[in-house]
């Protein structure tokens, strides 16, 4: 007998959708092993980190089949920092380049990939705030050839910043919001990057300041490039060394790189944030406090949404008892289970187990009876004919197109005879395509990246059908109403139902009930 509430850890690995894509994962190790590897960090009075850095980085790197060399560039720093970087390289594979002066950042990485022999190079910073555990996702991309250069980023499904006071992330989002025309990669003010030396060869990089990384991705000479998230870290040990000279040389850069831009043409690069390959680790990382925060504490429009939209879903579940046992598949966070009626039991159901165990933990704490299970929609780890209901909320479009049928079938074969389905997703025949636009460029979070499966209320219908489902409704809801409630949450939940009754189509989400004959 399980215990209430109990979390419970799948008893079989998640698999790597790599593994089905690539057959010749055997010849790739051995090929991996041959490559030489080259991670640049610029220092200067970083005594305090770069002792615990040098070992960390080593350790995250152990099992990449690679040679790895750290490359320290040190500016002469008065705190000792390129001797004690000396004393800890005796235990490792590491090269110091000593410098007359203060020089740089940009600079001594560019000094940094000049001196290096390895095929690969990379930079990030000496202060701890890139946390070494990303350094496989970023580097393997590029071992597998399946991209040339892999940034790491605070600003895709994934990504984030610990604490930052509001003035940081106004000027953080700004300087992205500049840089968009010359790259598609949402977060070209990365410190922490990689790439094939190839990209630079012949490339005159010549940045002042701490952005290198934009230029590279302008200059650089590559046709993929790929995100990978990672959440930054605000600095442990020492202080920053932002000042209004580098906004100074960031301006500068800008303009010079813009120019550059319209002078030269350079190869088509085709950017992913995301691909098949990465879509189960994308969401393994992803923090679910990020989430939960937009759910519980957003502003009144991003309130009213979800509040909303929990309601409209609550109100197709009528006939939910307290003998009703309940999935809620890509639970997220776990508040639309905390809003379920009194009932026997309900899995919170998620690919990332870190967030169903959030999930769980938090509705155990309402006194809700809630077992997790970290799942793939599309292989259910449960009997056949075991729920009364099962929920997916805005979850289908996060899912490649080609796993939707099975994500269907799995659902029915779970479900009770007579059991229900109720779904919503973003209906891409109404303002919502516009509205993803510019929230995508506005916000860390790009829904064009994220949202890979595309539906409107005619998709969802015949997918429903196609699965064998008897469809009970298909409608949609929202129109302005959220953007009404920023003003006001009254007058916006009158005008909701106005639309509901005079736009039956126009919604910008889609819900669906189904049954299980």
Same mark, same amino acid.
């Given at each position: ?24 994962? &055997? ?50 720093? $008065? ?61 393997? $991309? ?45 977060? $070209? ?36 490039? &790929? ?6 870290? +605000? ?49 393994? +990382? ?75 933990? !938090?509705?155990?704490? !309402? ?151």
């Amino acid at each position: 007998m399980e215990e209430k509430g109990q979390y419970k850890k799948l008893p079989f690995p998640l698999p790597n959708p790599s593994n089905f894509l690539n057959k010749s994962n &055997s010849h790739r190790a051995n090929t991996m092993k041959k490559q030489a590897l080259s991670i640049v960090i610029p220092t200067y009075n970083e005594r305090g980190n770069i002792e615990k850095l040098i070992p960390q980085v080593f350790k995250s790197c152990k099992g990449l089949g690679a040679a790895v060399e750290v490359v320290i560039v040190d500016d002469n720093s $008065p705190d000792g920092t390129g001797k004690l970087a000396e004393e800890v390289g005796k235990k490792y594979n590491v090269k110091v380049i000593h410098r007359s002066g203060k020089l740089g950042l940009a600079s001594a990485v560019i000094q940094g990939f000049a001196e290096s022999e390895s095929d690969i190079v990379g930079a990030m910073d000496a202060d701890l705030s890139h946390p070494t555990q990303v350094l496989p996702e970023l580097i393997r $991309p590029i071992l597998k050839g399946e991209a040339e250069v892999v940034v790491g980023s605070r600003y895709i499904r994934g990504g984030g910043v610990e604490v930052w006071p509001f003035h940081r992330k106004l000027i953080s989002g700004v300087a992205t919001l500049m840089a968009r025309h010359l790259t598609k990669v949402k977060d $070209p003010m990365s410190g922490i990057f990689f790439l094939r030396k190839s990209v630079i060869d012949g490339v005159n990089l010549n940045a002042k300041g701490y952005k290198i990384g934009l230029e590279v991705l302008v200059k650089g000479k590559y046709s993929r490039v &790929s995100e990978v998230p990672y959440v930054f870290r +605000n600095r442990f040990v020492g202080k920053s060394k932002l000042t209004l000279m580098e906004y100074v040389h960031y301006l500068r850069n800008l303009i010079v790189l813009t120019a550059y831009k319209l002078t030269h043409r350079t190869p088509k690069k085709v950017y992913h944030a995301r691909s098949l390959s990465n879509y189960y680790e994308t969401y393994n +990382n992803l923090d679910p406090r990020i989430y939960y925060d937009a759910l519980s504490t957003g502003n009144k429009g991003q309130s009213f949404w979800h509040q909303q939209k929990f309601a409209e879903v609550l109100n197709e579940a009528t006939d939910i008892k307290p003998s009703s046992v309940i999935a809620d598949i890509g639970c997220g966070p776990g508040v639309f289970i905390s809003k379920l009626p009194k009932n026997k039991l309900t899995y919170a159901v998620d690919v990332s187990e870190q967030t169903v165990k959030f999930a769980t933990e !938090l509705n155990k704490k !309402l006194g809700k009876n809630v077992k997790g299970t970290a799942a793939l929609a599309e292989k259910l780890p449960f009997a056949d004919n075991l729920f009364d209901y099962v929920f997916m909320i805005e979850v289908i479009e996060h899912m490649p197109p080609e796993l939707e049928a099975k994500a269907l079938s799995e659902v029915k074969r779970v479900l009770k005879p007579g059991g229900q389905f109720v779904m919503t997703t973003p209906n891409y025949r109404s303002a919502w395509p516009i509205i993803e636009y510019f929230w995508s460029r506005m916000n860390p979070v790009d829904y064009m990246e994220q949202h890979i499966n595309r539906k409107n209320p005619y998709s969802v219908r015949k997918s429903l059908a196609a699965s064998g489902f008897k469809i009970e409704t298909v409608r949609t809801f929202f129109v302005v109403s959220p953007f009404v409630a920023l003003v006001s949450q009254s007058l916006a939940r009158k005008i909701m139902a106005l639309e509901k009754a005079i736009l039956p189509g126009l919604g910008l989400l889609v819900l669906a009930k189904a049954e299980k004959t």
